[in-house]
């Protein structure tokens, strides 16, 4: 299901899962989880057994000047529930969403390490490309030359 509101418990439940999928992300707060949740550019999908949410991803919409597309960010399952198809549920939700919000495409990036991971987007559609993926951290800014 996708999330249209946050609450205390589902925002306690995606900071467990954070950590599963990114180190460097600083502890998720109950107002940073509403933010994004309440942001028209992200969608939250989360994937659970009774009341207990044990995956997530998020679809990021970008609007360029070429056309619009999604971004599968931050997909994590719990490791207590891995291999029970909870990462299948909430990508094919994520990209079934993108194809209803009409964009032109969806990608995501994954480390080579997440062999599972890589081996679940490959079996849904997805096909690796030859890219090179830079990032800045901003921490010094460069000069104009």
Known sequence: MVLDHMDDRMAAALARLLPQVS???APLTVERAREVVGSS???VAVACRGDEVLAMGLLVT???LAGQFGLVEEVAVDESARGHHLG???MVHL???AKTLD???VELTSRPAREA???LYQSIGFRRREINVYRHDLE???ELR
Do not use: I, M, Y
């Open 41 to 43: 550019s992200t969608h």
């Open 23 to 25: 180190s460097r992300a």
């Open 95 to 97: 990209v079934t969403l």
């Open 103 to 105: 964009l032109d495409f």
């Open 117 to 119: 991971a890589n081996g």
């Open 88 to 90: 299948v549920r909430v």
């Open 140 to 142: 010094e800014l460069p």
């Open 62 to 64: 970008c609007t360029t």
